[in-house]
């Protein structure tokens, strides 16, 4: 039986599907729980450590933007506490200031003002003609005529580009004068633009309303501005003054934004960046973990069929072999009960066949006195009695190959010559063959060496051949037999063969069971090859067979000898 | 155990017949008798040596397999009594084992049922050399 059609079997293909599907829990648990809490404990870990780096960032920031706008304020209060009202009254000494300005931080200052208590700018210093300017109804010079100091908005103004301006209020003899400067807004921009991290992280700033006082690197989309400013601010807050927050823009591209107040919580600087692209490296790190996994996941599959099914090929061998082993004890069992019971019968037939044989030995006994019985009927009492003798005499000969087959026959070893055993054989059959029209041919190799076994059974065994042989070409109108022999290394073969008819391939497989026999009732015991059978094994031989229909048959005798033989 | 015939011609061989089928005892002793033997039939082990401590015998015929005592056993105390006394093994229980053992005991010959009825004759007069 081979290995495909053992696992055909439904039981042993559930079993390979158990020990897969267990192979691979058992596998594959361990495997994902160690990956899983792994892959989480890195997650988590990327995670504090990008949004800390992303806090001390801005924080960073924050203070360099809060000191730009301190310095810059510092540098007016410095002006407007060390110098006159009526040197800040004249255009030419503002003019010197801002230049000393510029020269000291570049374009920083776009321009200086020095404004009345009614907003009127009694001087200016500035690249724009706004002398005499009126602010009085701006809302910044509400605001800083209120405040000793102000910071305002970016605005487009009276001069219609983005700006804002600082102001310090001075007074003289009670009444409010404000020094302003203009903050350049691309000096201050460039402050928040140089914040930019990997491919979508940019920075901006808000004021408290959601207008923007930066001008962000990318297009900020949000369709109310005042509701992100609060959405921004509504985020994880830390002591540090920082908001940390995930929000969706209109594309549905999620974003991380972190957040700090700036210039006295007016205004809010904004770092945001694309949540794929700020965790670009942990998506890496978790799309290698995946393919590792699944990779893993692979060999743990092919390990697990592969390894599952070795298992349950050897296992169903070993069911197999077992099988066999106790079919073949059943066998022998039933063998040696058949062999016992066929014992029993021969040895209880025997007596009252001795009877029947004798009884009618006595009786022609008492025939030979008597002279009263016609001639006629002593001729049919005598071929009665005749007929009673040959009867008994085959009813030995049957209880004879019962106690054949059950081995129970006196047997003795001697010096056998097989070449003359055969010619003996042949001569036993020489009268049957003639009659029968088969001619029996034999091939014997010289110098076969004498074999130490029983004549008598061996002859036996021959016999048996050679008259089955007979029998199947009497049926088929004669034909030819051939008996060889032949010394095939440690092995004396005698071939038995044919020209007959063959032997079904259905029949040939049971041609050695005892009792099977294709002889019509009467003809035969179905014992005589189970006997050779028996013979040969116990003389340590082998007998097999070989047969095409329509083209003969050929027993294989094998007798292995020793030197010493 | 039946007729037995205690007076000894010398010419005629005394033949102890011991087997417990009686039917066939009976048929052996006819024609045994028909040829000149002095059969005394016993269908038991112990009539067999009750016969034996009655009378002598040529030879005794005894089957292996008997209901009463075992042909085996009746043979070695035949051999005890009578050590002269050659013994036929004749049974229907022709095995290997019993043909050993039967000789082993002290049987000269050993023949299954249903024999030529002319090789026992012929296997007898062997044995005593007639």
Redesign the interface.
Known sequence: MNQRSLLKNPYYRSLINKMVFIAIAVSFAPMLVVSGSMLNRFSISHNEKLYAHLGELVLKHRQNIDGFLVEKLNNIRFMAKSFDIEDLKNEKFLRNNLAALQTEYGSVFEDLGFINEEGIQVTYAGPFKLEKASYSNSEWFRKAINSDYFISDVFLGLRGTPHFIITVRLKNNGTPWILRATINFAAFNSLVENLRIGETGFAFILNSKGEFQSKPFFEVTHRKPYSFYESIKAGRKTKDGLFFSEIADDSGSENIYVASLIKNEDWILIYRQDKSDAFADLNQAKEAAIFIIFMGGIVIIVTSFLLSRWMVTKIAKADWEKELMNQQVIETGKLASLGELA?GIA?????P???????A??VN?LMEDERLVSKENRDEIERALAQIKTQ??R??EITQKL?SF??????SSEDVTINELIKEVIGFCAQRAKFGNVVINSKLQENLPVMQLSNSELQQVLLNLLNNAMDALEGNKGGNITVTSDLEGNEVVIRVEDDGPGIPKVNLGRIFDPFFTTKPVGKGTGLGLSICYGIIKEMGGEITVSSVIDAGTTFHVRLPFKKNN | MSDFRPNHNPDIIRLLFVDD?K??VN??A??LS?RGFDVIKTFSGPEALQALRKADFDIAVVDL?MEEMDGIEVIKILGKMTPDLPVIILT??????A??EGIKSGAVE?L????D?EELVRKIKQVLGK
């Open positions: 014992s040895h209880e037939i025997n007596n066949v001795a009877i029947m044989v004798e009884e030995g006595w006994d008994g005499k009813c030995r106690l059950a081995r129970k026959t006196v047997t | 089928e039917g066939f048929v052996m006819k024609r028909k397999k229907g229980h022709g095995d290997e084992n043909a050993r050993y299954t049922k249903p024999c009825f």
